[in-house]
């Protein structure tokens, strides 16, 4: 069974290799494991998600960091949602043996299991749009790119499983150099978050912030990995 995995950053697909594939372009890391960085976004999500279709993949994960909407969620929890939530307020339900069996493998790590995950196609930055979110659809964490993908698994007929890791927290607004640098490829422009930055360094502390956040969400994916890649690989 070959398995497809799904990165919006390159820093999300640096917790499964060290290798560097470019974007949009499939990477083989082990015999039935492929891996894709797609960019940020439910466009370039849905893109991934075919090519690796076309290269062979016979099950699809979305994997990465996830905003939190429930409060109770910190920087670095693990999330295996079993319902997924569209911004038109579609549910996708995704639970199957393979979700119960990764719940089961990765129990050490006590994920946060039964629980909605919302997707937008939009940046949400501020902690009130999160706070909203969560009242409309309940869901206790939100990605970018989950949904498109589990549609592309649905129309297939083939097993989805969303692994997120919680980055910023439910009552953290973003940075707005964050959202200032994110183009429209879904990569981050180092350039254009240097210069606004310069522009407002009172930014900065918050940036700093959100980096220790990603980096704990970045511990937990290399632990979960280091857990669950050895029992698919052949």
Partial sequence: MITG???????????????????????????????????????????????????????????????????????????????????????????????????????????????????????????????????????????MESVAIAKIAKARRIDFLAIRSIADPADMSLPKAVAHALDQDGEVNIAKLLNHLIKHPLELPSLIQLGRHFHASQKTLKQAASIWLPSIVN
Avoid: Y
Wanted: contains cysteine; negative net charge.
């Fill in 5 to 143: 995995i799904i990165a919006a950053l390159p820093e999300e697909l640096s917790t499964l290799t060290s290798a560097k594939p470019k974007k949009g372009c499939c990477h083989v890391i082990a015999e039935n494991i492929l891996i894709i960085q797609s960019g940020a976004g439910p466009k370039n999500a849905k893109q991934a998600a075919e090519q690796l279709l076309d290269q062979g993949a016979e099950r699809l994960i979305s994997w990465g960091c996830a905003a939190a909407l429930a409060p109770g969620l910190r920087p670095g929890n693990l999330t295996l949602p079993e319902q997924l939530i569209s911004d038109d307020l579609e549910s996708i339900d995704i639970r199957s043996p393979w979700l119960a069996e990764m719940q089961t493998l990765l129990n050490p790590l006590n994920p946060v299991a039964h629980i909605s995950l919302a997707s937008s196609k939009t940046l949400v930055v501020t902690s009130m749009d999160k706070q909203e979110i969560h009242r409309k659809t309940g869901a206790a964490a939100l990605d």
